[in-house]
Nanobody, 126 residues
């Protein structure tokens, strides 16, 4: 089973950018669809973005479309989330997740994922 470690979170002003990374262990990374989820204080976890195993298929939450871009480098066992035009409401702990089924990443709300990272905190100040 793949193991995931996120990095790249931090404090940024509104309008700024951050790039999150999620490094995966194991030789089967390229067989997993990957997703980013987030959870703000006092709120439920929500889907942010997903990418298929080949990188061709992507999907975004409406709240981040046009501002965030998910990508992956299978040679480096890493998935990225480029976040631009950040808003205070983007403040959350961001988690990456892996699953064999792309539609599960997109539609499940994160339930039943094969693997999760421990998260990285993103704070956007106004």
């Amino acid at each position: 089973q793949v193991q995931l470690v996120e990095s790249g979170g931090g404090l940024v002003q509104a309008g700024g950018s951050l790039r999150l990374s999620c490094a995966a262990s194991g030789r089967t990374f390229s067989s997993y669809a990957m997703g980013w989820f987030r959870q703000a204080p006092g709120k439920e976890r929500e889907f942010v973005a997903a990418i298929g195993w080949s990188g061709v298929s992507t999907n975004y939450a409406d709240s981040v479309k046009g501002r965030f871009t998910i990508s992956r480098d299978n040679a480096k066992n890493t998935v990225y989330l480029q976040m631009n035009s950040l808003k205070p409401e983007d403040t959350a702990v961001y988690y990456c997740a892996a699953d064999k089924v792309y539609q599960s990443v997109v539609r499940s709300g994160g339930y039943g994922m094969d693997a999760w990272g421990k998260g990285t905190l993103v704070t956007v100040s106004s």
